[in-house]
C-alpha cells in the first residue's frame, strides 16, 4: 500500500494539469497526484464540494486535508532542498496570507490562463468533459 500523500487536483483544468506537470519534473516531490474526479473523495475524507473548489494535499495515514496555498506549500515541502524552503516560507505569517491571495485570485481565473478552458470556470457538475489522459498518470 502506498503510504505518499496525495495532492488532488482539477483534471478537467488544462491549467492545473499543466501545473502538475511542471510540480512533477521541477519540483519532484514525493507526493501521488490525483484528478479528484478518479479520486475515492470518502476514504480521502473529502467532499466533491471540496476538490472543486481547490486543490487539497491529503495524508492518507493521518487523515489531515490542506487545501489552498497550503496544499500547495507541502508540495514544495516535499521536493529538493531549495522547494523545501519556499514551502516553509508560504507557510508563515504574512507570506501565507499573500500566498492565499494570490492562490484564490488564480482560482478565480484558470479559465484564462495558459492551458486553461472554459470548463475550468464550470462547477463540476456543468462540465461535460473527463480527465484527460494525461492528468490520470500517477
Known sequence: MNHDPILLFDGDCGFCAAAVRLARTRVAPQVRFVPWQIADLDTLGVTEEQADHEILWTTPETGIVQAG??????????????????????????????????????????????????????PAQQRTTAPSPDSTQL
Open 69 to 122: 496555498a497550503r496544499a500547495a506549500a507541502h508540495v514544495l515541502m516535499q521536493g529538493s532542498a531549495p522547494w523545501r524552503l519556499v514551502g516553509r516560507l508560504l507557510c508563515l505569517a504574512p507570506i501565507s496570507w499573500a500566498a492565499h491571495a494570490v492562490y484564490r485570485i488564480v482560482a478565480r481565473n484558470r479559465h484564462r490562463l495558459p492551458g486553461g478552458t472554459a470548463a475550468c470556470s464550470l
